[in-house]
């Protein structure tokens, strides 16, 4: 059983930066590979990027704004979202699997540990 909470969002200005935070209870993320993914209104959830002890994946669509780091003396792993456009506005979810992957664990989406969320808004 993994449980996982979401920190970091807020409101940020286009261009802007912003760190997220999933912070893992009940278990060590040493075992798991940690996703981070988003959903804005009207549109269906993605997976951005994860990660395991070994291999990192993200997605097109942030790659080279977006890098995933792990802290294993906090158990979290953090995204860290630069050059930050109105587009990546969304609530943002972490989630915990044992994937054969991580880019399939970000592509299928279907992780069985699953944050609360937290909001990000870029707007001026």
């Known amino acids: 059983q993994v449980r996982l909470v979401e920190s970091g969002g807020g409101l940020v200005q286009p261009g802007g930066s912003l760190k997220l935070s999933c912070a893992a209870t009940e278990a060590t993320i040493v075992h798991y590979s940690i996703g981070w993914f988003r959903q804005a209104p009207g549109k269906e959830r993605e997976g951005i990027a994860c990660?395991?002890?070994?291999?990192?994946y993200v997605a097109d669509s942030v790659r080279g704004r977006f890098t995933i780091s792990r802290d294993y003396t906090k158990n979290t792993v953090d995204l860290h979202m630069m050059r930050l456009e109105p587009d990546d506005t969304a609530v943002y979810y972490c989630?915990?699997?044992?994937?054969?992957?991580?880019?399939?664990?970000?592509?299928?989406?279907?992780?069985?540990?699953w944050g609360q969320g937290t909001q990000v808004t870029v707007s001026s």
């Open positions: 989630a915990a699997d044992r994937p054969p992957t991580v880019q399939s664990m970000c592509e299928d989406g279907q992780a069985p540990y």
């Open positions: 990660n395991s002890p070994g291999s990192t």
